[in-house]
Every structure is written in C-alpha cells, then in structure tokens.
C-alpha cells in the first residue's frame, strides 16, 4: 500500500518554515515522531515514555504521534488521524499521515531536530519534515519490520522490499541508534553504513519493577503456589513471537504430570487459538504498563521465546521483579540478561533446549529463586538514568549546530528563506 504523506493536508505555508528556535525557557525541544501512543504497554512506549520522565534540564524532547483521538498526555501531542490496515499485519493498524498538521506543530514548538523511530506513516512525516524545514535527523532502530513481515504469512519478496524500505528510510538519517549488538551486527551484515551506527541499550525502573508488588491475592486468583508454579508471558500474542513453542513445553509437563500454570498478559490474534490449546491458563487481556509490574512480581518463571525481537525492555523489567527468564540465542533480549545467572538463553526454535529448560525450572524452586535474587540484582545495575545518556548525548549532538545558526543568522536571512 502506498502511503501519501500529503494525506490530511493542505498546502504547507510559509511561515512554518520558518528556521528553528529555541523553546520558550530556552531548552532546545526535540520532535520525536513516533506511530505508537502514549502509555500503550509496548517497548516502544515505554522507552518513550522514559525518555519523558528523565529529560536532563537542558534538553526538551518532545513525542508527536497520529492516533485515533486527540488525548493529551504529557509529553505527548496526539494528532488525531484516521486507522489504515497493515497488510499481513494479524489486525495491526496504522494511521494515515497528517504532514501539514504536523508542521504547524513542530513550527510553532521551535523544534531544532527530530527523532525518527517507529517505521510507518509518522517515519515518511519525519523524514518530509527534516527536508523541508532543513532539521537534522536522528533515528533509533526499534523493530525487525521486515521479518516480521515473513513470519507472518507475507511472502519472503515483501520482506525483501521492507528491508529496502528501511535502509532508505533510515538512510536519511545523521546517526541510528540500536538497542542490542546484535541488532547492529546485523544491520551492517546487510549493507547499512557502520558509522552511522551507535549503541542505545535499554534500562528498566526499579521501582514500579519489584519483588515487593507481589500479590498473594493475584496468585490466590491465578491459582498458583510454590509447588504450581505460574510461567509467564507478556506481550502480543502473535506468531512472531514464538509462542508456538508453548504447545511441547505444555505437552511436557502435562506428560510428566508437573503442576504449572501458564498466564498470557497481552492480546492478539493467537488468542483462540491459545485458548483453545490452555483452556486452564490465565489470560489477562491488554493490560496498563503501569499494572505490568504487579502481574510479573506475581509470577515465578518469566519466557519470551521471541526470535525477532530488539530490545528486551520486557525482559529487564521481568528480572527487575526478580523472575528468572528464558530467552533464545537470537536478538536483543540475550543481551539483557546473564545466562546461567539470572536466566537460560537457549536455541532459537528448539523445542527441546526450551521445553527443558523451563521444566527443570518448574520442578526447582530453590533453583528459581537463586536465579530470581540474581535476575534482580543484575535489572538494578540498568536504570533509564543510565542508559538514556547516548541518546540525549546524540540530541545535544544534532541540535547544537542548529541552534548556533539560528543565533547568529540575521533577519534578512531568514525573510529570504521563505520567500
């Protein structure tokens, strides 16, 4: 499907294109654009949402979306726009592009450079934006859209075009930050200039992460115990991320006739068919990320048996909590954590290195909890704090020429540019 940034608009005026300021108090603000919303309970979001919260006193980021409504939150400028579907997306949806709209926000909030993340309508926005208005361009590497799309159904030809899509998408871009090493190993692997390239790792908040939100309650409700213990997943349920891998693990226990529960916080198109193959599981629903640490303290045995995903937030914020975690040999999450430590990291796809892994866990309690004290001593050395220090490094980095230029460019200069 091809998406017209000029959808939503009208014709651009001069006077939002006028060179960039700084904000009002002086702070230089950075655009973020980004297609995912406010709050919403996905690694995105809350690395946004950290951004947000740990802003140094001298920079000013800012996160501009297209959403279904207007809904102010802070740190956010919602555009309300209209829902397209993504082919071979399971029910995902995006929303058209709103190019002028945008401009008169980001003309009259005296934006001096913009972030691009995610890789949809708000990325062709960001990217027209920067051109237009002459504002450098970061990007930060947030999803494997292109595998994702094969391993959903769509063929491999169109997972080809979208990595395509990404590098001149990217392309555009000063500096790219990715969250794991392998990410950047493989970005390279296919074709895309290592200089470009920097390391932005994730980090986790140690306080709505902890072992103390755990709930007697919730596990009286989920019908666990020390000796029925619960396996948690937290995420989309969908295909990509590997939770097909669930289907043995069940069949293992059930055969040995381990006592376990499993519980699916999330939602997605494999609900049914989950449900349908655990009738006795949990299942949640979506849920506020604000309610996620309360559900993963409540658990004793974290899996993300994702083979494609990035970064691995949900992953810190799990051992946070102290949750020993089972992850595969492939992506960003491997890197999160400490094999044989705090978790097991085993082979992407193996039925047999996952199945037995959780089961020995299940059927070990002191071993659980040994890894659990690790997993949490390991999440407290990873704070937002911390890690957020290259990207607001690589703001201070893009913005600092821009607001040079426009201190010292005269008024003549800049009716001209315009005119």
Same mark, same amino acid.
């Given at each position: 499907?091809?998406?017209? %940034?000029?959808?939503?608009?009208?014709?651009?005026?001069?006077?939002?294109?006028?060179?960039?300021?700084?904000?009002?108090?002086?702070? @230089?603000?950075?655009?973020?654009?980004?297609?995912?919303?406010?709050?919403?309970?996905?690694?995105?979001?809350?690395?946004?949402?950290?951004?947000? &919260?740990?802003?140094?006193?001298?920079?000013?980021?800012?996160?501009?979306? !297209?959403?279904?409504?207007?809904?102010?939150?802070?740190?956010?400028?919602?555009?309300?726009?209209?829902?397209?579907?993504?082919?071979?997306?399971?029910?995902?949806?995006?929303?058209?592009?709103?190019?002028?709209?945008?401009?008169?926000?980001?003309?009259?909030?005296?934006?001096?450079?913009?972030?691009?993340?995610?890789?949809?309508?708000? $990325?062709?926005?960001?990217?027209?934006?920067?051109?237009? !208005?002459?504002?450098?361009?970061?990007?930060?590497?947030?999803?494997?859209?292109?595998?994702?799309?094969?391993?959903?159904?769509?063929?491999?030809?169109?997972?080809?075009?979208?990595?395509?899509?990404?590098?001149?998408?990217?392309?555009?871009?000063? &500096?790219?930050?990715? @969250?794991?090493?392998?990410?950047?190993?493989?970005?390279?692997?296919?074709?895309?200039?290592?200089?470009? !390239?920097?390391?932005?790792?994730?980090?986790?908040?140690?306080?709505?992460?902890?072992?103390?939100?755990?709930?007697?309650?919730?596990?009286?409700?989920?019908?666990?115990?020390?000796?029925?213990?619960?396996?948690?997943?937290?995420?989309?349920? =969908? &295909?990509?991320?590997?939770?097909?891998?669930?289907?043995?693990?069940?069949?293992?226990?059930?055969?040995?006739?381990?006592?376990?529960?499993?519980?699916?916080?999330?939602?997605?198109?494999?609900?049914?068919? !989950?449900?349908?193959?655990?009738?006795?599981?949990?299942?949640?629903? =979506?849920?506020?990320?604000?309610?996620?640490?309360?559900?993963?303290? =409540?658990?004793?045995?974290?899996?993300?048996?994702? $083979? %494609?995903?990035?970064?691995?937030?949900?992953?810190?914020? $799990?051992?946070?909590?102290?949750?020993?975690?089972?992850?595969?040999?492939?992506?960003?999450?491997?890197?999160?954590?400490?094999?044989?430590?705090?978790?097991?990291?085993?082979?992407?796809?193996?039925?047999?290195?996952?199945?037995?892994?959780?089961?020995?866990?299940?059927?070990?309690?002191?071993?659980?909890?040994?890894?659990?004290?690790? $997993?949490?001593?390991?999440?407290?050395?990873?704070?937002?704090?911390?890690?957020?220090?290259?990207?607001?490094?690589?703001?201070?980095?893009? =913005?600092?020429?821009?607001?040079?230029?426009?201190?010292?460019?005269?008024?003549?200069?800049?009716?001209?540019?315009?005119?």
């Amino acid at each position: 499907m091809k998406l017209d %940034t000029r959808a939503h608009s009208d014709r651009i005026a001069p006077s939002m294109m006028r060179p960039p300021q700084p904000a009002g108090d002086g702070r @230089p603000r950075i655009a973020i654009l980004t297609d995912t919303g406010a709050g919403r309970p996905n690694g995105i979001a809350t690395t946004l949402d950290a951004v947000i &919260r740990h802003a140094p006193p001298d920079l000013d980021p800012h996160v501009y979306t !297209l959403s279904a409504s207007d809904r102010p939150a802070r740190g956010y400028t919602a555009l309300a726009s209209q829902r397209i579907p993504i082919p071979f997306g399971n029910g995902a949806q995006i929303h058209a592009p709103r190019l002028a709209a945008m401009t008169g926000s980001l003309s009259r909030d005296r934006v001096v450079a913009i972030h691009l993340t995610t890789p949809g309508p708000a $990325a062709l926005v960001a990217r027209r934006l920067a051109d237009r !208005l002459g504002l450098p361009l970061l990007g930060s590497y947030h999803t494997e859209l292109g595998e994702y799309t094969t391993r959903l159904g769509g063929p491999r030809s169109l997972g080809v075009l979208v990595q395509a899509y990404l590098r001149w998408l990217y392309g555009a871009c000063e &500096r790219v930050l990715v @969250p794991s090493e392998a990410i950047r190993t493989g970005l390279i692997a296919r074709g895309w200039k290592r200089e470009r !390239l920097a390391l932005w790792t994730r980090g986790v908040d140690t306080v709505m992460f902890t072992p103390e939100r755990r709930s007697s309650e919730l596990r009286r409700q989920w019908h666990v115990s020390d000796d029925r213990p619960a396996i948690l997943y937290v995420g989309r349920l =969908s &295909r990509d991320k590997g939770l097909e891998l669930l289907v043995p693990l069940g069949d293992l226990l059930d055969a040995h006739r381990i006592p376990y529960r499993l519980v699916f916080a999330g939602d997605g198109p494999m609900l049914g068919s !989950l449900r349908w193959r655990f009738p006795d599981a949990v299942f949640t629903g =979506s849920i506020e990320h604000a309610a996620v640490g309360e559900v993963m303290a =409540s658990a004793d045995i974290f899996v993300s048996p994702s $083979a %494609t995903d990035t970064a691995g937030t949900v992953v810190l914020e $799990a051992q946070a909590c102290g949750l020993p975690v089972l992850v595969t040999d492939r992506g960003g999450p491997v890197e999160q954590m400490a094999d044989g430590l705090t978790g097991y990291v085993c082979g992407a796809g193996s039925e047999r290195d996952f199945c037995w892994r959780v089961a020995h866990l299940v059927s070990d309690i002191d071993r659980r909890r040994a890894l659990g004290r690790a $997993a949490r001593r390991f999440a407290l050395e990873r704070t937002w704090a911390d890690t957020l220090r290259p990207l607001f490094a690589s703001y201070r980095a893009v =913005s600092l020429p821009q607001l040079i230029s426009a201190r010292t460019r005269r008024p003549a200069d800049c009716a001209s540019a315009v005119s």
